[in-house]
């Protein structure tokens, strides 16, 4: 028997005699229940206490991602675009600067250099009004969809680059399906204007661009199909990214466009639950699916 025992069995018969009143419980065994619980309290309180930090600090950064996407979004989009700005503002301050310290300045040269100017005013024009597109392209509210024919879209939308079509001696083939969608007509008629200008603008003169509308299961499918100078295969996925211009695009001079024409369109397109993309070898391939509505929708 240990000491401890002993003790306990003489406190026992202590409290055995006459007259004494046995203790309910031994102190003992109460000090050590009570440290027990104490220790496992704290533990549990620990517990408890990391447990709810974690789950907070999991749930504050789960709640503040999408917003700091958002941050990060709006960071990169303002630095493209002062990129962007700054080549042709330069252009244009030197340009200026040169011809204010030429103190021969003949009247034709002066008039030459406005000319010039107001080249790069145009784009400047041109690229502000497609960030501002870019930023703020929201089509209508959902409830304030219209359904409409692709026949008509598309007509609407061919009228609109007929004049450019003309001038470069390009003609524009028609295969077109009737069939509804239900969306702001707007919106999609400027995708389909992005598709069809660059079609013209990336075309050899006196060639031909082809526009087609299929119907094909539940969904409408426009194509918009060119003989141009093509796209690279490793190139059809950044294309859509804002700024971005393929090589040959850049190496063919053409200075109107400063990618982001298809950033707006798949921008468009995928506020309407349809797909953008890029396919073909030895022609060029815009395909837009979006989903067929019903006349009655
Ligand atoms: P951009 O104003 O430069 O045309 P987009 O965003 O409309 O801008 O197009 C991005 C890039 O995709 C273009 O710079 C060009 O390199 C390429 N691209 C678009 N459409 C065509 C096409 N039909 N043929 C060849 N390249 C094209």
Not at 281 to 296: M, R, Y
């Amino acid at each position: 028997m240990n000491i401890r025992a002993m003790e306990r069995q003489r406190m026992v018969f202590r409290f055995e005699a006459p007259g004494d009143r046995p203790p309910l419980f031994d102190p003992e065994i109460i000090q050590e229940a009570r440290t027990r619980l104490l220790l496992t309290f704290g533990i549990l309180n620990l517990g408890i206490c990391l447990l709810a930090g974690g789950a907070g600090y999991f749930l504050a950064g789960k709640t503040l991602r999408p917003i700091q996407e958002m941050v990060d979004e709006q960071k990169r989009f303002i630095t493209d675009a002062s990129h962007e700005l700054r080549t042709p503002l330069t252009s244009l301050r030197t340009e200026i600067e040169v011809a204010m310290r030429d103190k021969k300045l003949t009247a034709n040269s002066a008039r030459k250099l406005l000319e010039s100017n107001l080249e790069e005013v145009v784009h400047l024009q041109l690229l502000s009004d497609s960030l501002l597109s870019l930023a703020t392209t929201q089509t209508v509210a959902k409830n304030a969809y219209t359904t409409f024919t692709v026949t008509d879209l598309i007509e609407v939308s061919l009228k609109k680059v007929s004049g450019m079509a003309k001038k470069k001696k390009i003609e524009i083939k028609k295969q077109l399906t009737n069939a509804f969608i239900l969306g702001d007509k707007q919106a999609l008629g400027e995708v389909i204007v992005i598709m069809l200008d660059n079609a013209i603008k990336y075309s050899q003169k006196s060639s031909s661009v082809t526009i087609k509308a299929i119907k094909k299961n539940n969904s409408v499918q426009i194509h918009v199909i060119d003989q141009g100078i093509g796209i690279a295969k490793h190139e059809r996925l950044s294309i859509f990214d804002r700024f971005y211009r393929a090589d040959k695009a850049r190496a063919g001079g053409e200075t109107s466009g400063y990618g982001l024409g298809l950033s707006i369109a798949k921008k468009i397109v995928e506020e309407h639950q349809g797909t953008i993309s890029v396919s073909g070898n030895t022609e060029t391939i815009f395909t837009v699916v979006l989903p067929q509505a019903k006349a009655s929708d």
